[in-house]
Each structure stands twice: as structure tokens, then as C-alpha cells.
């Protein structure tokens, strides 16, 4: 096993199973699924996300591909780091750290919002290890408004619910731009791996309050030299709605790298799901082209 991590736990059947990998000081989790020996994907969620916000959409890539959910340092079963500790550079570092002990030599990446940041920045520093990325929602450019908005929602955010009912009334009130489209059932599953129980009982973030607190540190952090680096072939997802990934971006990555693509996903703001017919259709011919 490489010195630059270790994994902890797997199992060997080609259904959904949990991953642990000790890497870059950190015990990370990764959901899998798939077959081992096919094409690997590694799908990184948004700021306040968590893997199986991926759920869905990894599910049907499954079928052609081995994919890996990962939980972003100090999200979901992933250990906290230092509060100094979440921003990209070390995000980018602990990918690398976590291909390597997985033992992964070629990669495509999915990234959602703060996880397309991380592909983009890692694309930029590792290309020999990667074959694709697709990048949802999110740009070089990353519009005001919208940045804004998402800083106020995880700042503001309560340390604590009484019960999944006001989880719930929290996730269809204040995100209703990134879940309009789903229905309750779908919001019930998306919200519950966001929280546990604590131990008064409570519903509490699976989250470093930490990262609230340096939210602003870690939005944006990309550019138009670092987008200019990446040499595999891109794909952007956009929701046509998005406040966060204008229009006017997405066409100036496509115009600006040789090998990129846009596909808008109507009726969606920020940010696809990767589940809506145009994302799934855009994601098949992307990655298996």
C-alpha cells in the first residue's frame, strides 16, 4: 500500500459499500460503487454537502463505471481537520492522497460547486491523472449574488434541530433554488445525511461548525490560469436558473479551452442534481465518448 495513505475498510462485492482511507492526516469516507477494473470516477459535493448527495446520479453511473463518493474533509463520515485546514489547496492535496492510496492511476472527476473548484484546481496540478472532469454549476468566474446568497445560508444556518420535521422546513425554505425540483420524499432522503442525532438528542450538522465559519475563504477560489491549465477534455453543467454560474462564464470556458463543453439544465437553478434528463444525457455521451 502507498505510504501516502492507508485504507481502513471495504468489502469486496461490486454494490454500494463504504470506504475508509487514511490520507493526508485525515481518515476520509468514500462510498463506492460499481466494478472494480472499470473506468474510476470520483463525484466531490458542494461546501455544506455531504457523498450521498451523489446518491442517485452515482447509482446509474455504477453500471459503466467504478465511482467513488468522497466526503470532503470534515463532512459526512469524514473526519474534521484543523480549522486552518479547509480550503482548496488542502483539498486538492487530500485527493491526491486519497487516489493514491486507493490505488487509482486514471481518473474522471464530477464536481458540484466547492467540489468542481476542487477538480478544477486538481486538474490544473495533476493532468496526468486525470481523463475527464465535468464541472457542475460552478466557474473561474463565480457571480456575486449568488455567492452571497449561499454565504448567508451557511453562516446563518442553526446549530440545531428538534426534530427532522424542522430539518426539513429548514432545507424547503431556504434552498428551495437548488431543490425546487425535488419531491419530498427525494428532500426527506437528501436532508437526513446532513444531520445526526446528538447526544441530548438533537439533530445536528454532520459538519465542522468550522467550516461555517470559514466559508468565505473557501468559495472562489479558482481562476481563469488555473482553468487554462486543465488539459483533458471539460464538460459544465449549468442550471439554466443558476445565480451562481452565469451564462456568460460557461460560453467563455467553452470558447476559452479546446476541448469543452456547456450543457444548461432548464427549469433548475443552483445547482443539478445530475439526475435531470439533459444532465444525464450530456453526463452518458461525456464520459463514455
Known sequence: MPSEGRIMATAVATGVRDIFVEANGVRHHLIARGSP???????????????????????????????????????????WGAPDSYQVPTYVADLEAVRTALGLENIALVGTALGGIVAMNYSAVFPEHVSRVVVNDVGPVVEPVGLERILQHVRGAPEMFADMRAVLKYYRELYVRMVEHIDEEQLAEFARHNVRKDDNGMY??????????????????????V?????????????????????????KMAGSHPNCAVVEVPGIGHAPMLTEPAAIAALDHFLTD
Open 227 to 251: 482553468f487554462a491549465r486543465i488539459t483533458c477534455p471539460v464538460l459544465v453543467v449549468r442550471g439554466a436558473n443558476s445565480d451562481l454560474l452565469s451564462a456568460e462564464t460557461a460560453s
Open 204 to 225: 445536528v450538522w454532520k459538519m465542522d461548525p468550522a467550516i461555517r465559519r470559514r466559508a468565505a475563504a473557501t468559495t472562489g477560489a479558482t481562476s481563469w490560469d
Open 37 to 79: 477494473g472499470t473506468p474510476a470516477v470520483i463525484m466531490l459535493h458542494g461546501l455544506a454537502g455531504q457523498a450521498h448527495v451523489f446518491d442517485a446520479a452515482a447509482t446509474r453511473l455504477a453500471a459503466n463505471f467504478h465511482v467513488y463518493c468522497l466526503d470532503i474533509r470534515g463532512r459526512g463520515e469524514s473526519n
